[in-house]
């Protein structure tokens, strides 16, 4: 009896091997075997929730013994730390709001800034060109993933965070089609040394992994990406001169820098790397990040690819830390806030000249606008016309490069660069004139509110949750692309605009969660026509995210990230479930 279970435990072993393989594949009525093997092989410690029936292939290849066993390790060394570094988050938002006092240059990290000894390490050949990288681009969109390591581009953001919507399903099959692109597996791509430089960008610290639990913990969102695509990628990267490179999210202070220093160094070690094999751009996305870009680079000078900057995320990151005071009012953003306003372009100055000092590459923002079809039409001849003269800013500011999200600018941006700028990047431009006061990154542009931008605001927010729970991570509006950040920062000035009560440009009335309210339902045709509402479950779906919308922005306290909420709440979850049984079903795909 013994010896029977025996053998037919090393006969599912040898089946379970034969798939990695590829020599054999489980068919989809063998879920429930699957999900018994899956229970044998995972490491103690280890729950991992099963994948959507179709993902069956890319789950077993991925989700390997030794790769569950090395999630489980990273998880395991790392997650007290990350834990800390959110405690600590919140501890420095509870001292801003009971202090009063204001983000500054911090004194016991000023002997760092103050060296002017210190350099990051140079960054490998592949990356010493930056001028155009494609943007948003989620890697679950098979074809448009495809379409970009086909393109001209210098790199792509391999997107799992802002134009990501982390479903368990796009999370797998994201990762799998990275593990694909790496080995050359896609019909009439060029080899990955060839191809556009991977620039990989997990979650950020604020996202956990529903699916997976190492010692009954869900784990952290960035671990579980970041973890995979190192433990199947890293060596053939490296092996090809192409990587591994990686963007950091939301990073909000050097501590955090840090501890991404000490996971890189960890994961080196543990995959038999040299030091310094990793390199990551950190996109500074929080006011706070602002005054700790030289101790950043400092922590990960042994893994840095330099620094990022954003238009969006960093202006909602006011009103997440301070915009409960009047001070800090955010005025319309579709007519006051761009990157000419004093504590944007400071901030992008001061990016420019911390990096330069420091022999690292500063990279700004995406373009958003969407090119029409016809090259011949005056919107088309308008629209580059615009996004030349906001990227020709960057390039005076001395940036190295930014991203675009339409590939059919990635040319016309990169001849840009050919014209207004010398070699391979601007790194010579030091910017040593160049001096930023603290009143510079803090003092607010001057400016009202429209009701255009309220009810501009408030589509986005509530397409951009629709989007979310059709499991979408960015949608088109109105000519350019949406995805997280703008959803952030619209929701974040709806919410401070109704805590202020500021009144309308147009006739003086107050912004209140009545008029929000009345504004949206008075949109609904408006968004209909947007989602393409065809079913009555397209209908009642619009209806939960212009519900979910109001909830969020009338809360007393700010929630701090749109996405964190979303993907805590039962509806997402409930939706995503939803989602995976009609694609196990055949009758569901993404409009990706």
């Known amino acids: 009896m013994l010896s029977n279970c025996v053998r037919s435990t090393e006969n599912i072993v040898y089946g379970y091997k034969k798939v990695i393989q590829g020599s054999m594949t489980l068919p989809k009525s063998s879920s429930r075997g699957t999900e018994r093997l899956r229970r044998m092989l995972a490491p103690r410690g280890v729950d991992v929730e099963p994948p959507p029936a179709v993902l069956q292939l890319e789950f077993q290849t991925l989700f390997t013994t030794e790769a569950l066993q090395f999630l489980s390790d990273l998880c395991t060394t790392f997650q007290p730390e990350v834990d800390r570094v959110l405690k600590l988050r ?6 801003l709001d009971l202090t009063g006092e204001l983000p500054g240059f911090r004194e016991d990290t000023a002997h760092i800034r103050n060296d002017p000894t210190w ?16 943007g948003d681009l989620s890697p679950c969109d098979t074809h448009r993933f495809i379409q970009g390591l086909r393109s001209k581009a210098q790199g792509i953001q391999v997107d799992f965070d802002d134009g990501n919507c982390p479903t368990y399903y796009n999370q797998i099959k994201g990762i799998y089609n990275v593990y694909q692109a790496v080995r050359n597996q896609f019909h009439a ?9 991977l620039m990989l960008r997990p979650r950020a610290w604020n996202m956990v992994e529903h699916n997976m639990m190492v010692h009954g913990q869900e784990i952290p969102g960035p671990l579980f990406d970041f973890g995979l695509l190192m433990f199947h990628n890293a060596k053939l990267l490296l092996e090809s001169q192409s990587g591994p490179f990686f963007y950091l999210s939301k990073v909000e202070s050097h501590l955090e820098a840090k501890l991404w220093n000490q996971i890189f160094l960890w994961t080196e070690y543990k995959l038999d790397l040299p030091v310094g094999s990793v ?15 030289e101790e950043i680079l400092y922590e990960l000078r042994e893994h840095s690819a330099g620094l990022n900057c954003g238009i969006w995320d960093y202006s909602a990151s006011f009103v997440n830390k301070l915009g409960h005071r009047a001070d800090f009012l955010l005025p319309d953003r579709s007519k006051y806030v761009n990157m000419e306003k004093r504590f944007l372009r400071s901030y992008m100055d001061l990016l420019v000249k911390t990096c330069h000092r420091r022999g690292a590459l500063a990279t700004g923002g995406m373009a958003a606008l969407l090119l029409p079809r016809d090259k011949q039409s005056v919107l088309y001849k308008t629209i580059v016309t615009t996004v030349t003269r906001l990227k020709l800013l960057e390039i005076q500011a001395g940036v190295d490069g930014f991203m675009v999200y339409d590939m059919d600018l990635i040319e016309p941006m990169q001849k840009l660069f050919q014209l207004h700028s010398q070699g391979k990047n601007q790194l010579q431009q030091l910017r ?8 510079d990154l803090l003092t ?28 979408r991570g960015h949608f088109f509006y109105k000519g350019q692309v949406e995805d997280s950040a703008t959803a952030e920062i619209s929701r974040s000035q709806v919410w401070q605009w109704i805590r202020h009560q500021v009144k309308l440009e147009d006739d003086g009335r107050a912004v209140t969660r009545g008029l929000v309210r009345s504004l949206a339902q008075s949109m609904q045709d408006d968004l209909r026509a947007a989602t393409r509402c065809q079913t009555q479950r397209d209908e009642e ?3 939960t995210a212009l519900s979910m919308f109001l909830e969020v922005v009338q809360k007393s306290d700010f929630p701090e990230f749109l996405t964190t909420y979303l993907y805590l709440d039962h509806t997402f979850l409930s939706s995503q479930r939803l989602h995976e049984e009609r694609m196990d079903e055949g009758h569901y795909k993404a409009r990706l």
């Open 90 to 95: 919140t501890l420095r938002k509870v001292q």
């Open 119 to 134: 350099r990051v390490s140079p960054v490998p050949s592949r990356l010493q060109c930056r001028h155009v990288d494609i």
């Open 189 to 197: 791509t060029p080899p990955i040394s060839q191809a556009p430089v």
């Open 279 to 293: 390199k990551a751009t950190v996109l500074i996305e929080c006011v706070l990040a602002s005054f700790e870009m």
């Open 432 to 439: 040593d004139d160049l001096t930023v006061s603290p009143d």
């Open 444 to 471: 607010m542009p001057a400016g009202g509110v429209t009701l255009y931008g309220l009810k501009y605001n408030i589509a986005v927010g509530v397409l951009f949750i629709e989007a979310w729970l059709s499991g």
């Open 541 to 543: 779906r619009l209806a």
